[in-house]
């Protein structure tokens, strides 16, 4: 009972729910990927709308994700290192960014679910957009998390994060 109180007590760290919730995007979204891959091999309109609804799900995960990630910034800033200050700014910064991408995608997801079913003539352009516009996330996802996994894992840094990356974005949280 000891631990369930623990995990409770950390669900309540908005910096231990984005570790919770960070691969979501990017793992949701790859499988939402190959499922929409294998429904377009299949020519299966029930497997499509599956896996639309899988990306819809790992494209919408990022709002919470980016959100927990915003709110656990200063506790992590505080028990961060220089280096890995710079990274958690390059990190959020990139997501920050690039959340109108996963948004979009999820909403297109959603127009090509409902497509699918009612009109699947309009379905099949939009379910092709929403292909490329999950893949364009997925790699997103990678970019983003190839920053954030600098913060806590100084065995994966090779330097510094750019300088003009991360030098705005200090300045923007210290003006907090």
């Known amino acids: 009972m000891e631990a369930l109180g623990l995990f409770l007590k950390h669900l309540r760290q908005p910096e231990y729910v984005h570790v919770l919730l ?9 499988m939402g990927v190959v499922g929409m891959v294998v429904a377009f091999i299949l020519r299966e309109r029930r497997a ?4 639309l609804a ?7 995960s ?11 910034y200063d506790r992590v800033y505080a028990m961060s290192g220089e280096d890995a200050q710079q990274w958690l700014d390059v990190h ?27 009109w699947p003539r309009l379905g099949k352009p939009v379910t092709w957009l929403v ?3 999950a893949l ?9 998390s190839q920053a954030g996994g600098q913060v806590r894992h100084s065995e994966f840094r090779d ?11 200090e300045e923007e949280h210290q003006a907090r």
Not at 54 to 60: D, N, R, S
Not at 62 to 72: I, T
């Open 48 to 51: 499509m709308a599956v896996a």
């Open 159 to 169: 330097g510094p994060p750019p300088a003009d990356a991360a030098a705005g974005h």
């Open 92 to 118: 959020e910064e990139r997501a920050e960014s690039f959340l109108p991408l996963y948004l979009t995608t999820a909403a297109l997801a959603a127009v090509a679910f409902f497509s699918q079913l009612k």
């Open 62 to 72: 990022a709002w919470p994700v980016v959100f927990s990630g915003h709110r656990g």
């Open 54 to 60: 899988v990306v819809f799900v790992g494209a919408l």
């Open 22 to 30: 960070n691969p979501l995007p990017v793992y949701g979204l790859a």
């Open 136 to 144: 364009a996330s997925l790699g997103a996802g990678g970019w983003i």
């Open 131 to 133: 292909l490329l516009l």
